[in-house]
């Protein structure tokens, strides 16, 4: 089993950043790829970015590439997300996943899930 616990959700005005964590507990060493998922109110979830903890290998959903960065500390089993230059469209529930591999993680094969983390941007 693999735990996820995300923080540093919160509100930020529309061209702010924020930097959420995801620290990883149990059997971290039986899945490579972390990575974020987000969704919004009445919509469905939907893949942000992923690594690899092999060869840190990033991927990401074309709605964020250039203005978010994934990144992780293995030593602290821990994968962030910086996200820049939010927009209101960015608002939603974050949630830390983990899976086999960052593709499969970019197709939503997800083997867990953390309990998410809310960022609001306001306009």
């Known amino acids: 089993q693999v735990q996820l616990v995300e923080s540093g959700g919160g509100l930020v005005q529309a061209g702010g950043s924020l930097r959420l964590s995801c620290a990883a507990s149990?059997?971290?060493?039986?899945?490579?790829?972390m990575g974020w998922f987000r969704q919004a109110p009445e919509k469905e979830r939907e893949f942000v970015a992923a690594?690899?903890?092999?060869?840190?290998?990033?991927f990401y959903a074309s709605s964020v590439k250039g203005r978010f960065a994934i990144s992780r500390d293995n030593a602290k089993n821990t994968v962030y997300l910086q996200m820049n230059s939010l927009k209101p469209e960015d608002t939603a529930v974050y949630y830390c996943?983990?899976?086999?591999?960052?593709?499969?993680?970019?197709?939503?094969?997800?083997?867990?899930w953390g309990q998410g983390t809310q960022v609001t941007v306001s306009s």
């Open positions: 996943a983990a899976g086999s591999n960052i593709y499969g993680l970019g197709r939503s094969y997800v083997d867990y």
């Open positions: 149990g059997r971290t060493f039986s899945r490579d790829a």
């Open positions: 690594i690899s903890r092999s060869f840190g290998g990033t």
